[in-house]
């Protein structure tokens, strides 16, 4: 079965930069690959480099996370430990700008050969 990502796009809140990153790397990716269905997980953060002529992100860091199985599922999970709490989100992160964004393959993996 074909893995499904989720991509999540935040940003820390003002000069909280290396307490949201402490907090997201030490704790945070480590909560999300404990629910059912969550396999892999890794961060980005925004290169300088951009290709010319596009708008930058709003968005400095990325997460992405593989899902198996049904990603409906996983997602719903994800979703009500958020708001019980159990999963809590820091004050370090600007909660207005997380962008979570779901995605199902629809071509197998290519690589370089």
Known sequence: MPKHVLAVFSNPTEDNEAEFNEWYTGQHLDE???????????????????????????????????????PDEALEELHKRVESGTIALPKSIDAASIGPWSFTPITERMTEE
Not at 36 to 59: C, E, I, M, T, Y
């Open 32 to 70: 999300v690959l404990q629910i059912p269905g969550f396999v892999a997980a890794q961060r980005f953060k925004l290169n300088d480099n951009q290709l010319s002529g596009f708008v930058p992100s709003a968005h400095r860091y990325m997460a992405l996370y593989e899902i198996e199985g049904d």
